[in-house]
């Protein structure tokens, strides 16, 4: 069976909110609903999110704003506009920031599927989250949230330490930036937690994987001056690998 889609709904007027919230459950979508700016960026930083309606009068938060910060961290994941701003101007800037589609309100159900179809045809497909990390006779458990240190013993994992480690594995091959860290594992604008946190969590994650191993590996590289990469040599699968039937 596939995999329902995940939308979050960022919208600050409650009818309008649980209007379309009731729609995409209709058509099959989960949701997460945000009420204002701040709530909305934080819920579509969050992983498993497939595409983000966004209002643009927002309290606390800009809806301009959050498509920007958002496009700091995921350039890729598609964003639907929904305003009452209908001006060429508005969604001339809207597009430019970033933004996929625009739908002026009011709109009818019908079209806003539509639109939302039309987006997700055209986004590449999201990677498949990573359900188990092996390195030499260390394996990862992500759901678990543990270390398996070959026959030995089990080290578990803090909710930050997994998210961590789950992120730097989603992201494979690529630097991700304390920045991104902080809005993506702990939810919150550049400033909210200082650096060092991070870096602490780092240290806390790398004793842990590499405690007691015969075959040492570099689990985490640090990148000076950029953030932190996943390290070489690690064997990574998927959710659907991991579903898959083993072949007799």
């Known amino acids: 069976m596939a995999k329902k889609r995940t939308v979050v709904v960022v919208e600050d007027e409650d009818a309008i909110r649980r209007g379309i919230v009731d729609a995409l459950h209709i058509s099959g979508f989960e949701t997460v609903e945000a009420a204002d700016g701040i709530t909305g ?14 209002d643009l009068l927002l309290p606390k938060m800009d809806g301009f704003d959050v498509l920007a ?42 079209e806003l599927l539509a639109r939302i179809d039309a987006v997700l045809r055209r986004t ?8 188990r990390i092996t390195g030499g006779d260390i394996v990862v458990d992500c759901a678990r949230r543990e270390v398996i240190h070959g026959d ?16 730097l594995a989603a992201h494979s091959g690529r630097v991700v930036s304390r920045e991104e860290l902080l809005a993506c594992v702990w939810g919150l604008r550049e400033g909210g937690v200082e650096t060092r946190a991070i870096d602490m969590h780092i240290t806390r994650l790398r004793q842990k994987l590499s405690g007691g191993s015969t075959e040492p590996l570099d689990w985490i590289v640090t990148v000076r001056g950029k953030g932190y990469m996943l390290g070489p040599g690690l064997q990574l699968t998927t959710e659907d690998a991991a579903a898959a039937p083993k072949s007799p």
């Open 69 to 110: 910060e958002l496009r700091v961290t995921h350039p890729v994941l598609p964003v639907i506009i929904l305003t009452a701003r209908g001006s060429e101007d508005d969604r001339v800037r809207g597009l430019r920031a970033g933004a996929d589609d625009y739908v002026v309100k009011p709109f009818s159900a019908r």
């Open 152 to 167: 030995r013993d089990r080290v578990p994992l803090s909710e930050m330490e997994a998210e961590i480690l789950q992120r």
């Open 41 to 54: 960026l934080r819920e579509a930083r969050r992983s498993g999110v497939d595409l983000v309606l966004l």
């Open 124 to 131: 590449p497909e999201r990677p498949q989250p990573v359900v």
